[in-house]
Structures are given as structure tokens and as C-alpha cells.
């Protein structure tokens, strides 16, 4: 991982540990949000760390299992890291389905925040 510019090493390592606690144990979500940070969850707005943690945690599955394809990562002018994510998800007995999510990476004291997310499944309505 060394040869990969700083931003691919950071989010990179971002991705990795966001979807291990979110598959793992979601109520630990906050640790990675401030109290600026806004989500976007199908198109349902939360804004602070608060509000997103609760829609988190009480998403309606039990088990949630991520399988990242395809991630990039791009350093932004005032010194953030933007994150795209392509990938398949696997909730409880429900099929396999794709997502895509993007995050705004900004450090602030030192450790690497969430200040935005952006998330949805790729789901196509062809009727």
C-alpha cells in the first residue's frame, strides 16, 4: 500500500473499517461522524452525529453482510478526501443487492471524520 498516494491509503483504510462496524455492530457507527455531519440514506436527509447513528442502528435487518467492488478516492481542495464505493449487500434472507456510497473524509484533531455520506442501493425500475 505504500506506492498508493496518502488519500488511497486513508480512504482506503476508512472503507475498510467503516463496513467491518457496520456489519459487525452499527450502534459503533458514531465514533466516525461528528456533530456536523450530515447522511443521505436513500434519499432521507439526518444531519449530526445523533440522528445518523439512530437511523443506522435501526435500520429493519437483523444480519448485514458488504462485499466492497470498487472504491476511489480523491483529495479535495480544502484538504478533505472524497470516497466512492461500489459493492453488494446481503441483508438477512433478503437477495444480494448492489449499493453505492460516498463519503467526505475531513481530519480534524488529528482523526480522520465523516463529515458527509451519501448512500444507495442500485436498484433499477424498469416497469
Known amino acids: 500500500m ?36 450530515c447522511l443521505t440514506w436513500e434519499g432521507q436527509q439526518f444531519q449530526g ?3 445518523i447513528v439512530e437511523k443506522l442502528s435501526t435500520l429493519p435487518f437483523t444480519k448485514i453482510a458488504h462485499s466492497i467492488t470498487a ?12 470516497s466512492m464505493v461500489v459493492g453488494q449487500l446481503k441483508a438477512d434472507d433478503d437477495p444480494i443487492m448492489g449499493f453505492h456510497q460516498s463519503f467526505i473524509l475531513k481530519n480534524i484533531n488529528e482523526a480522520w471524520v465523516c463529515t458527509n455520506d451519501m448512500f444507495r442501493l442500485a436498484l433499477h425500475n424498469f416497469g
Do not use: M, N
Open 2 to 37: 505504500g506506492d498508493k498516494p496518502i488519500w488511497e491509503q486513508i480512504g482506503s483504510s476508512f472503507v475498510q473499517h467503516y463496513y467491518q462496524l457496520f456489519d459487525t455492530d452499527r450502534t459503533q457507527l458514531g465514533s466516525i461522524y461528528i456533530d456536523a455531519s
Open 49 to 51: 452525529k445523533a440522528a
Open 71 to 82: 472504491q476511489d478516492h480523491q483529495p479535495t481542495p480544502d484538504s478533505c478526501i472524497l
